[in-house]
Every structure is written in C-alpha cells, then in structure tokens.
C-alpha cells in the first residue's frame, strides 16, 4: 500500500504542486504530486496515471515545477 501522510515531499516539491517530466518516454508531460514512496515521487495525470495507480519518478530531479 502507498503512503501519501506526508505533505512535504523532498526539499522543492509539494504534495499539489504541478511539475513538467524532463527525462525519459513521458518528457514534457505535466503531472501533480500526489505523494513520495522513499526517492520516489508519485505523480498523476488524470488520464493515464490515475490517483489509484501513480507514475513513480525515480527522483525530483527528472522534474521541475511547471511556470505559471
């Protein structure tokens, strides 16, 4: 089971923060933080990644918060 509790994820990123991929096959979609899962980040889209299955992120470097 995911743990979502802690609503402080890493040093720069917020649980409800939108951040944009920077690295591998999803480069350049936008995603919300939802939670971490030790390095992990958990982050979802709506569409295909979904609050029930999150896409895990290796670490908050292969994101970066999206601009306003």
Do not use: W
């Not at 350049?28 to 979904?50: A, H, I, M, R, S």
């Amino acid at each position: 089971k995911r743990s979502c509790n802690n609503d402080n994820v890493g040093d720069s990123m917020k649980k409800g923060m939108v951040v944009l991929s920077k690295k591998g096959h999803d480069k350049g979609t936008l995603y919300v933080v939802v939670g971490q899962e030790g390095n992990f980040l958990l982050l979802c889209d709506g569409k295909n990644k979904t609050l029930a299955k999150p896409k895990k992120k290796k670490t908050i470097r292969n994101v970066r918060p999206k601009k306003k």
